[in-house]
């Protein structure tokens, strides 16, 4: 076990569970994992030995069929599949996300129908808030749902982006935007709901009025289909309505965005704890001037800088979680882990990078991999900036100034 990023107060249903899911890390996504990225071919086996582990039911109540964990437990496991192949934590990340709406908002028949088969990772869950137009600005979503004369369903137009597991999974909450019952001139996050969406998995037209176009080519991030999301004419019962009431959907989302944003800090820990072995292990093996790279000053700062950071991100993270588990509000606490962790991120892979010299810009080599995925981690779940603008109004809100 690495010195770096040991988390204090564990128990030991959790220190078994992290050493279980470490161990699976170790055999059997880090052997195949670049392989499988240069191919950006999504991994069928490890999700499969995910679902094993019982790692798609960890958050989930064991009412449900979950183990009922903690966020922290799931950060943590998260920090170490992501340490393995980012891509892969992509996977569980939404699936998270939805299952906690579920849990938290879903009336008592939305969580009998879909919590057991999430846990069991038969239902496999997505979100979808972006549109092509709209990146950080959530309020200005355009896609729709208008509720049929009988009242019975909600015909839902419009087009999503950016939606993770958009082909695989087989539930995925969408955010539209309902009109209904909110008079002109209502502030545009309250007139905003959440749909669950039911589909079978794959790509085209995958029920009656929605298209799953195909994946989205991308610079890293691979494995992971990253899709479109066509509306047009999409039918949904109104019992779909996530809570069974209309006009509560960017709230809810903002909560599960929370759960997204340690998710992405957990996930910066697992890649620059990844960049720091390769980089520490490589100043070991390469020799210049008669003697290991490691033994030069230069070296030796970089890597002490990269282990700072790796330590500094990691207690961040682990806070944030701390916090939400506690029933506290951790906007500001995850917006600062999640900003500090995709920067320190980047940075600790650039260092690795730059230790393994012209062998880092060769595809032979982990850290070529590590150097493209980590630039993700700075715009998912919301960019530096938009992080750093919630960040600075809550400490506005905390430290008003009482003159």
Not at 30 to 55: C, F, Q, S
Not at 179 to 208: I, N
């Amino acid at each position: 076990m690495s010195r770096l990023a040991q988390t204090a107060g564990l128990t030991d249903i959790q220190r078994e569970i992290l050493a279980t899911v470490r161990d699976f890390v170790d055999k059997e996504i880090l052997p195949v994992a670049t392989e499988l990225e240069h191919r950006d071919e999504y991994p069928v086996a490890i999700v499969e030995g995910l679902k094993e582990l019982g790692l798609f039911g960890l958050m989930i109540p064991e009412e449900y069929g979950g183990l009922g964990e903690s966020l922290l437990t799931y950060a943590l496991c998260v920090e170490e599949i992501a340490r393995g192949w980012m891509s892969v934590s992509g996977i569980v990340n939404t699936h998270f996300i939805v299952a906690y709406l579920l849990q938290r908002y879903g009336t008592q028949e939305q969580k009998d129908t879909f919590l057991p088969r999430m846990a069991a990772g038969e239902v496999r869950g997505a979100f979808s808030m972006s549109e092509p137009g709209l990146g950080s600005d959530v309020a200005a979503i355009t896609s729709r749902g208008v509720r049929e004369a009988d009242g019975e369903a909600y015909v839902l137009t419009g087009q999503k982006m950016w939606l993770t597991n958009g082909g695989t999974s087989s539930l995925v909450a969408v955010l539209c935007r309902t009109d209904e019952g909110h008079p002109e001139g209502t502030a545009p996050h309250r007139s905003m709901t959440t749909f669950l969406v039911e589909k079978e998995p794959g790509f085209g037209e995958v029920r009656p009025g929605l298209t799953i176009p195909g994946k989205i080519e991308k610079m890293g991030y691979k494995g992971v289909d990253t899709t479109e999301l066509l509306m047009d004419g999409l039918r949904i019962p109104a019992n779909r309505v996530l809570g069974g009431a209309t006009g509560q959907g960017f709230y809810q989302m903002m909560d599960g965005v929370e759960i997204g944003r340690v998710n992405v800090a957990a996930r910066g820990c697992g890649v620059a704890q990844r960049a720091f072995e390769l980089g520490v292990s490589y100043a070991q093996q390469r020799h210049t001037f008669g003697k290991a790279i490691a033994h030069h000053q230069a070296i030796q700062f970089k890597l002490a800088e990269m282990a700072t950071k790796v330590e500094a991100a990691h207690a961040m993270m682990v806070n944030a979680a701390r916090k939400k588990d506690s029933g506290e509000r951790n906007d500001l606490e995850a917006g600062m882990a999640k900003y500090l962790a995709s920067e320190y991120c980047k940075e600790v892979v650039e260092d690795a990078f730059r230790i393994h010299g012209g062998y880092g810009f060769s595809k032979e080599y982990e850290i070529e991999r590590l150097y493209r995925e980590a630039p993700m981690l700075l715009i998912g779940e919301g960019t530096a900036e938009i992080q750093k603008m919630i960040i600075g109004r809550r400490l506005l809100e905390e430290y008003r100034f009482q003159g």
